[in-house]
């Protein structure tokens, strides 16, 4: 079992910058996938970042890439997402997301993961 706790969302301006972490229990993390996905009100939830186990291999969305950065801390147990240039369109709330599956070729679907967050609100104001 795997409970993860994100933080660092909040209110920022159009081209500010967030990093949001998320904390993972458990002894499962270094062993396992890490993703942030967001949900925008009225919108499905979509994948935003995925961070291979060994941090070896990283995936973005086409509307993140070059502005987000996923990283991994394994003696914290913890995986960040550092978000700069942001735009109004980038507010939602973000999970962060975990499998121990191998599932890397498929870290953009929200059915590869097994445990999820509660979520961080994120809110860009132009």
């Known amino acids: 079992q795997v409970q993860l706790v994100e933080s660092g969302g909040g209110l920022v301006q159009a081209e500010g910058s967030l990093r949001l972490s998320c904390v993972a229990s458990g002894r499962t993390f270094s062993s396992s996938t890490m993703a942030w996905f967001r949900q925008a009100p009225g919108k499905e939830r979509e994948f935003a970042a995925a961070?291979?186990?060994?941090?070896?291999?990283?995936s973005y969305a086409d509307s993140v890439k070059g502005r987000f950065t996923i990283s991994r801390d394994s003696a914290k147990n913890t995986v960040y997402l550092q978000m700069n240039s942001l735009k109004p369109e980038d507010t939602a709330i973000y999970y962060c997301?975990?499998?121990?599956?191998?599932?890397?070729?498929?870290?953009?679907?929200?059915?590869?993961?097994?445990?999820w967050g509660q979520g961080t609100q994120v809110t860009v104001s132009s």
């Open positions: 997301a975990a499998t121990a599956a191998a599932t890397w070729g498929a870290e953009s679907r929200r059915a590869a993961y097994d445990y």
């Open positions: 961070i291979s186990r060994n941090s070896a291999r990283t």
